[in-house]
């Protein structure tokens, strides 16, 4: 479970909740790069479930789950410069990197450490051209970030927009076609 609080003022104290994992949360990352749009409402979030969820600051469930993980997920960090780029790292020593505008089942690139050292800390470079990794034996990868994959396009800003409109109306799509089937949720099925 994530909590949004506040600090300070007439709101001071736990806001909201969003609860999603169905393990230890091991990383939360903010939307970070600047550009034509603000995001700054979207996180990431990785856990012990094998899962990295993406979450939006106006919606009380993910907007998204990826699932492509084998085991445990210890972290995740969105580019500093490119909007729908993030990488990931888990505990069978892969990091991959993902572009929201790309694919969403899969990651766009990924590479597996060999003798698969768990890898429990991922970073970017301020120029987003290289990605850092640190496994459980003290050792650090870097890897260089292609341009092409590193430096965002034009519209890229506009097609993140546009493909988290489309997340959420999957998610719109999905809950119907459970209300659909007949069932609700905290009931027992015999």
């Not at 609860?19 to 970070?32: A, F, K, L, N, R």
């Not at 500093?80 to 993902?98: E, K």
């Given at each position: 479970?994530?909590?949004a609080?506040c ?11 969003f609860?999603?994992?169905?393990g ?7 939307h970070?790069a600047h ?14 479930d094998?899962?990295v ?16 993980y084998?085991?445990y997920?210890y972290?995740?960090?969105w580019s500093?410069?490119?909007p ?15 572009n ?28 987003g051209?290289?990605?850092i990794?640190?496994?459980n ?16 396009k ?5 097609k ?9 109306h ?21």
């Amino acid at each position: 479970m994530v909590y949004a609080a506040c600090r300070h003022g007439s709101k001071a104290g736990v806001t909201d909740f969003f609860e999603g994992h169905q393990g230890p949360i091991t990383s939360v990352d903010t939307h970070c790069a600047h550009g034509q749009f603000n995001f700054s409402h979207l996180f990431l979030t990785s856990s012990f479930d094998w899962t990295v969820k993406l979450w939006s600051l106006k919606e009380s469930k993910p907007l998204y789950s990826f699932e492509d993980y084998g085991d445990y997920v210890y972290d995740v960090r969105w580019s500093p410069t490119h909007p729908a780029l993030f990488a990931t790292v888990d505990g069978s020593g892969r990091l991959d990197i993902w572009n929201l505008n790309n694919d969403t089942e899969a990651p766009t690139a990924s590479v597996c450490i060999k003798g698969n050292p768990a890898l429990n800390r991922v970073s970017w470079s301020q120029s987003g051209h290289q990605v850092i990794a640190g496994d459980n034996m003290g050792k650090i990868w870097v890897y260089d970030v292609g341009e092409q994959l590193a430096n965002p396009k034009i519209d890229d800003w506009s097609k993140l927009v546009h493909t988290i409109q489309e997340l959420k109306h999957n998610q719109t799509d999905d809950d119907e076609d459970f209300g659909k089937s007949g069932l609700s949720m905290g009931m027992p099925m015999r």
